[in-house]
């Protein structure tokens, strides 16, 4: 199989990913739930590794780096969390589920959204972002890379207007955490959400937010934390505060080998492959009969993202073929991202999503060219 999938997920993981994951399972205690040796390595380890991301992400705090299951829990901790009824958010039309669906959960509540809107080509129109602003608009919520075309959001404008205007700033990193460089400090963003699974290339099961210093973020989840257990609520101290239950330290065991990868290989090594494999796929393709494509491949950086349609076939036809007869993976339909299909005028057909990682070849790419050529002859 060639694996072109992995905006969903990394595959395969760095060599050593698995091994950490089972050396934990065989050796480590629970993290924060005793004094003895087992779980104390836990902790240690652990910490170590909220360290290395607030490293990573330009976090001035390694206790302002929570772990989640996922981008998706992390981004609900910080929007329930620091918005409530009342407030107004500007987002854009972008945004995975992940966000869209705890915003329209605030406005039902009673708070306000507004998109800054994407045109026919998913292009975004940051001049628009004043006609947005309310008096009680609180807080600007966005990707930072589409993960439906790759398209990268501009970080410095979307942070200019923030901070101009005293709003915060929430970035939902799934598609460039450990790809792009991310610093919370230099780019003026207030908290970022990171998964571990995709281009991190840890386990699934494993993500978190980075926070800056001062932000009051209120517990989604409450429960056991392992200290002050007389406590009727949630203890204040991040970031116990945000992570009620038992941490996932297994997986973050392998989360911690993955970054070993990430540093000994390099970000910018690992992007500029990715990009190139990406860019060799499209130059190949980009002319052939009936193949329409979405997002701005003229813009000097973007995620390792192709994604098309073929004709007027639905795009899990087309999916299907290229995995049935071509051993090509891919991911067709919706991909979590409605507003952005509605945008292209794809939201009957979906699209077929083509990405990269480190792990892929110049001849894996070439073989899923050649695949799409056949269809498109076909067609």
């Not at 980009?286 to 192709?306: H, K, M, Q, S, W």
């Not at 507003?339 to 005028?345: E, I, K, T």
Request: glycine residues 10%.
């Amino acid at each position: 199989m060639i694996y072109l999938d992995n905006a969903a997920t990394t595959r395969p993981k760095p060599p050593g990913v698995a091994a950490a994951v089972v050396k934990a399972m065989e050796e480590w205690g629970n993290c924060g739930r005793g004094a003895h040796e087992d779980a104390l390595s836990a902790a240690r380890e652990v910490y170590a590794l909220r360290e290395r991301l607030a490293a990573l992400f330009g976090c001035g705090r390694a206790d302002h780096v929570a772990f989640t299951a996922n981008s998706t829990q992390a981004l609900n901790i910080a929007i329930s969390g620091l918005l409530g009824p009342g407030d107004h958010v500007i987002s854009t039309d972008w945004e995975h589920n992940s966000v869209l669906r705890p915003l329209y959960r605030l406005r039902a509540q009673g708070g306000e959204v507004d998109f800054l809107p994407a045109d026919r080509q998913g292009r975004l129109d940051y001049g628009r972002l004043p006609a947005l602003l309310r008096p009680n608009t609180r807080a600007v919520v966005c990707t930072h890379a589409s993960n439906l075309t790759g398209d990268l959001m501009d970080l410095e404008k979307m942070a200019d207007f923030a901070h101009k205007n005293g709003l915060l700033l929430i970035l939902d990193a799934s598609q460039t955490a450990g790809v792009f460089p991310i610093d919370m400090d230099r780019q003026g963003i207030d908290l970022v959400c990171f998964t571990g699974h995709k281009s991190l290339m840890g386990p699934q099961g494993t993500g978190g937010l980075c926070f800056r210093e001062g932000l009051d973020i209120r517990p989604f989840a409450v429960g056991g934390t392992g200290v002050q257990s007389f406590l009727e609520h949630q203890p204040e101290e991040y970031p116990t505060r945000l992570e009620a239950g038992t941490l996932n330290s297994h997986g973050l065991a392998g989360l911690a080998a993955a970054l070993d990868f990430l540093e000994e290989t390099r970000l910018d090594a690992i992007r500029a492959h990715e990009t190139a494999l990406a860019r060799r796929f499209y130059q190949a393709v980009r002319d052939l009969p009936g193949v329409r494509l979405y997002g701005d491949f003229t813009a000097p950086e973007r995620a390792p993202i192709v994604t098309l349609n073929l004709g007027d076939y639905d795009s899990a036809e087309v999916a299907d073929e290229l995995a049935e007869r071509f051993s090509v993976a891919t991911r067709p339909g919706a991909h979590c991202a409605p507003r952005l299909h509605r945008c292209l005028g794809t939201e009957n057909q979906g699209a077929v999503r083509f990405s990269w990682s480190w792990f892929n070849t110049e001849e894996e790419t070439d073989a899923a060219a050649a695949a799409l050529k056949c269809l498109a002859e076909e067609a």
